[in-house]
């Protein structure tokens, strides 16, 4: 980060009270202030619970010149649009209105019987997904399909089997575009898609997983 940048930042940081005021816990995560460069990014909090994988850091990135939340579920990241802004002020007003409501999105899933994308795929009532095994070669179920977590253009992820230890994890999404589901491997972080699981329904989609699910752990296991 260019050093103008930074003086800029930190002057603004000046400008306000609103990181002074903010609490050391919220909804159970903790608050970490930061104020410190990371690459191209200025990161000005965390809040973090490591017991559920959940984390959320707020940042000046300066490659697009704007202030963004990014959020982590599990070993998945993404950052919240509804935040974006190139505005400090406003950051600020957004940041005030709308992060205790944030974060406790963040530990809440899906309603899958009322949400307006989901609740058709009728998740909750899916019977492959009643005899997921807690624990499947060395990965825990994080997220089972009754309980799904809503991300960003228009996914969901419906399943999700992880291993914190190794940062390796094997996820099923379902997107509202295409209508269909899909799978992605992510090994020491880095993400690989997965075309063997791709189906158009939950029916192609459990007979996907009960042929492949163990093998594809295995491979992320053993790669």
Known sequence: MKVDTKDRLT??????????????EIR???????????????IYFTCA??????????????ETSEYKIRVKIGLTEFCLTNFFTRNFQR???????KLDATIQKLNAPVNTKT?????SQNLGDWDYAKNLPKNLDGF?????????????????????????ANQSDFTIFYNIYTGG??????????????????AKNLVELATKLQKNLSAELQRIRNF
């Open 11 to 24: 002057a603004e940081i000046a400008t306000t009270d609103f990181f002074d005021k903010l609490p050391a």
């Open 28 to 42: 159970g995560c903790t608050l970490t202030k930061i104020f410190e460069v990371n690459g191209d990014k200025f």
């Open 49 to 62: 619970n490591e017991n559920t994988h959940r984390a959320l850091t707020a940042y000046f990135h300066e």
């Open 91 to 97: 950051f600020i007003e957004n940041l005030d209105a």
């Open 115 to 119: 949400d307006l994308f989901i609740g």
């Open 140 to 164: 825990e179920l994080f997220i089972a399909p009754d309980n799904p977590v809503k991300i960003t253009n228009g996914s969901y992820i419906i399943l999700n089997y992880s291993d914190f």
């Open 181 to 198: 589901y899909s799978g992605e491997s992510r090994i020491k972080l880095v993400p690989y898609v997965s075309y063997t699981f791709d």
